[in-house]
């Protein structure tokens, strides 16, 4: 091993090209994944499954999408970040055609694990794009527009979805948002470069050296500390149409429109969430904790919330309060990890902050299938984020962490 400063990474007008490629992919995985919260009922109907069930596709989703951000941000940091969200993509979208054919439980829940094993790439490839492309100073900015995909998927999906069933059936959304990741994995794949400013011409593909980053206290800090965070945001989107439903007596179509409303707001918040904290020195951990508390009371009130226009006057608060914790979050692991290896950190600490939403649909079924209680299902939760805002106290900032050494790959 050798100790080697991270090479400095400059402006380049075809960085807004990456960042708007890196973005649709995301937002196309994004939407395959929130397709299912407004599907669900209808699926489970078709399929025969109970309420309490419906958790488990979600679960046989997160389980594919925690195992390939592990294994999906090395290849980015071995192979390259376009030939991974280009070839992990088209592949979820294949996926997403299949699951709309199916009609065994069996067979469903292992093409919704095959969605999730390929849908799980695209982040750690975007990750290290824009680390490639944004100096420092930019990242938040750049984070928060990538990171408005995960809130515009729910937004998309919220306000199609329920049309396309009420007009087609529940296959159709399922077929036409895999086409659509289809189409956009083959524009990444001819348009998307993967040189930047913190790239060496020339410099051969070697498998990367991950033992930094397993001693890195504030990486493992930052990991556990989103899957608190995640518990409590893919929680609601996996089980917040069905609660509602179920619970508040709202039809799909209404329930729809609350979430929709719910991820609309995200949409502008992060990107400006982002440029507040380039504005403030890149400073990320005391506003990461501080949306995260706002959080936990947000979920709180919602689960109070009994009428159609109680859900609807909360969902924009919360929608902020569920999303904008993620650009400062994720602009973090560059800082912490360096350039060279921020794929595979993005992918070891997004595996982490996938667990919760791999594992808070089955208890969040079981807890309302026990209660019955709308209330206890939403402090279920809301106990996520108070986690992940206790453990990202612990977190130390670094800072400039571009131009600490780092130590260069080795071959495997």
């Known amino acids: 091993m050798s100790l080697t400063p991270e090479p400095a990474v400059v402006r380049h007008p075809y960085r807004w090209v990456v960042l708007a490629l890196a973005w649709a992919a995301f937002t196309m995985t994004a939407v395959d994944r929130s397709t299912w919260g407004p599907a669900s009922v209808a699926v489970g109907e078709h399929l025969g499954v109970?309420?309490?069930?419906?958790?488990?596709?979600?679960?046989?989703?997160?389980?594919?999408?925690?195992?390939?951000?592990?294994?999906?941000?090395?290849l980015t940091d071995w192979l390259g970040p376009r030939v991974v969200v280009g070839c992990s993509l088209f592949l979820a979208g294949g996926f997403m055609i299949l699951f709309g054919e199916t009609d065994s439980v069996a067979t469903?829940?292992?093409?919704?694990?095959?969605?999730?094993?390929?849908?799980?790439?695209?982040?750690?490839?975007?990750?290290?794009?824009?680390?490639?492309?944004?100096?420092?100073?930019?990242?938040?900015?750049?984070?928060?527009?990538?990171?408005?995909?995960?809130?515009?998927?729910?937004?998309?999906a919220n306000a199609v979805v329920p049309s396309l069933i009420a007009g087609s059936g529940w296959r159709a959304s399922y077929h036409v948002f895999g086409a659509a990741s289809m189409a956009v994995a083959v524009l990444c794949l001819v348009l998307l470069r993967n040189s930047g400013g913190?790239?060496?011409?020339?410099?051969?593909?070697?498998?990367?050296?991950?033992?930094?980053?397993?001693?890195?206290?504030?990486?493992?800090?930052?990991?556990?500390?989103?899957?608190?965070?995640?518990?409590?945001?893919?929680?609601?989107?996996?089980w917040s149409n069905a609660l509602m439903i179920k619970g508040g007596h709202l039809t799909p179509v209404?329930?729809?429109?609350?979430?929709?409303?719910?991820g609309v707001t995200a949409v502008a918040a992060k990107p400006f969430m982002g440029v507040v904290s380039d504005l403030f020195g890149g400073r990320r951990k005391v506003p990461a904790v501080v949306v995260l508390a706002a959080f936990v009371g947000t979920l709180l009130v919602f689960g109070t919330r009994d009428s159609l226009s109680g859900f609807l006057w909360v969902a924009p608060f919360l929608g902020v309060a569920a999303y904008v914790y993620s650009p400062l979050m994720i602009a973090l692991i560059p800082e912490l990890a360096g350039v060279r290896l921020a794929g595979s950190a993005a992918g070891a600490t997004n595996a982490f902050w996938q667990l919760g939403s791999m594992v808070v649909?089955?208890?969040?079924?079981?807890?309302?299938?026990?209660?019955?209680?709308?209330?206890?299902?939403?402090?279920?939760?809301?106990?996520?984020?108070?986690l992940g805002m206790i453990l990202m106290l612990g977190v130390r900032e670094h800072r400039a962490g571009d131009r600490v050494p780092a130590v260069t790959a080795v071959a495997g």
């Open 108 to 156: 469903g829940l292992a093409f919704q694990a095959g969605v999730g094993v390929f849908a799980g790439c695209d982040y750690s490839a975007g990750v290290k794009l824009i680390s490639q492309w944004f100096p420092p100073r930019d990242r938040g900015f750049a984070m928060g527009v990538f990171m408005t995909a995960t809130s515009l998927g729910t937004v998309i």
């Open 198 to 238: 913190a790239h060496v011409a020339g410099a051969p593909r070697e498998v990367p050296d991950l033992r930094p980053l397993a001693r890195n206290r504030d990486l493992w800090l930052l990991g556990l500390a989103g899957f608190g965070a995640l518990w409590g945001t893919y929680g609601f989107i996996t």
């Open 361 to 386: 649909p089955v208890v969040l079924g079981a807890v309302f299938q026990a209660t019955h209680s709308f209330f206890w299902a939403f402090a279920t939760l809301a106990a996520g984020p108070l």
């Open 254 to 262: 209404q329930a729809g429109a609350v979430v929709a409303i719910f």
């Open 50 to 74: 109970s309420l309490a069930g419906l958790g488990a596709f979600a679960t046989g989703y997160y389980v594919g999408y925690v195992v390939s951000n592990a294994a999906g941000g090395v």
